[in-house]
């Protein structure tokens, strides 16, 4: 049996290995056994050997350098996007900071308007609250009569103007001061011809209707023909129909004083 296999001028042994760590490749190799007893690689499969070697680490570098790629450019993806956001986001904030202030604006000026209101409201309070004591408060001597928050007196001595305001001024009064429609219906209920606080004053050269206080007429309800203001002249209430007339100060009659 042994003699056989010497006698063989060539003897080739086939073997193959192979591995899933080198990505499935396998390799594969004769060997030649020749007359001499000595083993040799067979060239063709040698050279592919070393073509394999080199094929490989060339695709895992074309592979490494696709991957750079493409990681350079997600990376360069992510650093647009966060950019990108962060221009929004600064975009967005200064948006709504700019309507912060102008809120935070309009709430100050509310609060200022607010506190003015609350300031005018408590002067209005205490004024109503002076007037209400004022009215309630005040009491009307005997005999006075009270109309609205003052109180009236006919006296019917006869004066004259100047005679009538100065027993009126002892009394803490004045002749009376008519100002509204009502207070001219209540004077007008008294019978006669009384003194009024009216008088005809001379100013820079010329004469107008004044009260007794220097105050301007706000209303007025003259007879007919006597609303010119001769100089020396007084207010008289009233006439048969209710309406104010005149007479000259040195005359007497009776009057009436408020206060």
């Known amino acids: ?10 003897f080739r042994v086939k073997y193959s290995r192979g591995s899933q760590e080198d990505g499935g490749v396998r390799e594969q190799s004769e060997v030649e056994v020749l007359d001499d007893g000595e083993q040799h690689p067979d060239v063709g499969l040698q050279e592919a050997d070393v073509h394999t070697e080199k094929k490989l680490p060339a695709v895992r ?6 991957f750079e790629v493409n ?3 997600l990376y360069l993806l992510i650093v647009v996007g966060i950019m990108t956001r962060y221009a929004l986001n600064k975009s967005e904030n200064n948006k709504l900071q700019i309507k912060h202030n102008k809120l935070n604006h309009s709430y ?3 609060q200022t308007e607010h506190q003015e209101t609350k ?11 002076k007037l209400k004591e004022k009215i309630e408060g005040k009491w009307c001597p005997e005999e006075w009569t009270r109309f609205g928050s003052s109180c009236y007196f006919k006296y019917t001595e006869w004066k004259t103007w100047s005679e009538s305001q100065n027993h ?7 002749l009376v001061m008519i100002n509204s429609k009502e207070e001219q219906e209540f004077i007008s209920k008294f019978a006669g011809y009384s003194w009024i606080g009216l008088r005809a004053n001379q100013t820079s050269g010329r004469s107008k209707w004044e009260w007794v206080d220097g105050s301007a007429l706000t ?15 007084r207010g008289v209430c009233c006439d048969d129909d209710g309406k104010w007339t005149g007479s000259y100060d040195h005359e007497s009659t009776t009057f009436i004083c408020e206060k």
Do not use: H
Request: with cysteine; proline share 2%; net charge negative.
């Open 1 to 10: 049996m042994s003699t056989e296999i010497q006698s063989v001028e060539d």
């Open 61 to 66: 570098r074309s592979w490494f350098r696709a």
């Open 71 to 73: 990681l350079g450019v």
């Open 108 to 110: 100050n000026e509310l």
């Open 119 to 129: 300031r005018l409201n408590s002067q209005l309070q205490e004024e109503v609250k």
């Open 168 to 174: 009126c001024k002892t009394r803490g009064a004045d």
């Open 219 to 233: 209303q007025t309800f003259w007879g007919e023909g006597w609303s010119d203001p001769y100089f020396g002249y």
